[in-house]
């Protein structure tokens, strides 16, 4: 009884000083805001959308490419995503992963989420070409499909399974520029009452108007983290810029293939 409570105990000072470390690594320099923000908007994104940068060394990226590389490299890139959010991609899920990449998606749990992670880590592989169009998530998935939205679908599932509010993802291989631009907040938000436990359209794609709104362009580095959560996820569109569009702070961020190692929380 004694073991176990200390063991819980170290690990939520783990927990904390994995988090001090992340909050001192956190770069406002890899944001550039566009528009005219409301002050109160700008702070709740500043807290739900975060980058840390270096979040792995060359080394963990490298053992993190190596273990999956050789099943990514048996897929072909895609260029029809069910929901036309994605092209240019390929993608699987993991469970079990060596015992030195475990050790990298704890620290992931113990900087970007309070509770457990879900079991099954999204891996999103997008070509030199691929895009992620802009799309707000919903915490929804579709029974009629095995692939990933925002939650994992099981051979168990017998109704529609949520996750939590946040997402987390480590970049491999390349920088990228994501773009969030602000949707109409009360008709995207995915925990309304008025959401209908029949709609298919699990991630909604409204189009991104840039003129008279809002947005900020992030610099994703190479081997960074991003955290993403609660109005930064669902009040806005997110996308990843392909390379005609792909730049920050006015200087072209080439995007080569990119790999995602993502994370999502138990609802």
Known sequence: MVISYRGTLIRQILRRCHRAVAANKNSTSLTCFHGVWPPTERRDFEQHMRIVPDFISEAEEKQLHEEIEPYMSRLRYEFDHWDDAIHGFR?????????????????????????????????????????????????????????????????????????????????????SVMRLVRADAEKYQQNSSNASTEDTS???????????NFYADLLLPRRSLYIMSH?????????????????????????????????????
């Not at 079990?96 to 992931?108: A, D, G, I, S, T």
């Not at 991630?203 to 008279?212: H, M, V």
Request: aromatic share 8%; charged share 25%.
């Open 91 to 175: 993608e699987t899920e993991r469970k079990k992963w060596y015992p030195k990449n475990r050790e990298l998606l704890e620290r992931v749990r113990q900087v970007a989420f309070n509770g457990e992670i879900m079991p099954y880590v999204h891996i999103l592989d997008l070509a030199p070409d691929g895009v992620i169009k802009p799309h707000v998530d919903s915490t929804r998935v579709s029974l009629s499909s095995l692939e990933f939205n925002s939650c994992q679908i099981t051979d168990a599932c017998l109704l529609p399974q949520y996750c939590g509010n946040t997402i987390s993802g480590i970049s491999l291989l390349s920088d």
């Open 202 to 212: 699990y991630r909604q794609q409204p189009e991104a108007l840039l003129e008279n």
């Open 231 to 267: 109005t930064a996820r669902y009040n806005f569109t997110h996308e990843i810029l392909g390379n005609e569009h792909s730049q920050f702070l006015g200087n072209p961020v080439k995007k080569t293939r990119r790999i995602s190692i993502i994370c999502r929380n138990e609802p």
